[in-house]
């Protein structure tokens, strides 16, 4: 498995995108040319955002983003891990650490002294060295959301 940034991988933003839209953006009135349309502003090669990508012997298998924001009531925490997306088919296999791994590493080359993240799951980013800091309330006003955060 090789990890990359998606701003070489042109063409696959598409379905970047795609992935991202259909798990997290389609039930919140978003549009999947919108989705495209972040993506694509969200594959800098240096700095934040940047978007990577795991291929299994040329094939794309996953993604993960590091942002600015993922968390609009929080805009005092910087930067985040976004997006952490596994094709189905490759689920189990290491590749969303592997893509967790880079990804903080890419924030600590940086200079961050943390990173933060956003999900509903639990006992994964715990393994993974993160702690669950807060809750924060949805805008859909059900269950709260965990943040996390990965210091250096």
């Not at 919108?34 to 969200?42: D, F, M, T």
């Not at 094939?59 to 993960?64: A, I, M, P, Q, S």
């Not at 805009?75 to 967790?100: H, M, S």
């Not at 990173?115 to 924060?136: M, R």
Request: hydrophobic share 35%.
């Amino acid at each position: 498995m090789k990890i990359a940034n998606l701003a070489h991988h042109p063409e696959h933003i598409e379905q970047v995108a795609k992935w991202v839209f259909d798990e997290w953006s389609a039930n919140n009135g978003g549009t999947l040319e919108r989705q495209i349309y972040q993506i694509k502003h969200a594959i800098k090669t240096d700095g934040v955002p940047q978007t990577f990508i795991a291929l299994h012997n040329g094939k794309l298998v996953g993604t993960v983003a590091l942002w600015n924001n993922d968390l609009g009531v929080r805009q005092d925490l910087r930067p985040w891990l976004a997006c952490l997306y596994v094709d189905n088919e490759f689920r189990g296999k290491g590749i969303g650490t592997e893509l967790i791994k880079y990804c903080t590493a890419v924030a600590g080359k940086l200079g961050f002294e943390k990173l933060y993240l956003i999900t509903e799951h639990s006992d994964y980013y715990e393994k993974l060295g993160w702690q669950h800091i807060d809750n924060a309330p949805r805008k859909s006003g059900y269950d709260d959301i965990k943040i996390y955060s990965y210091t250096y």
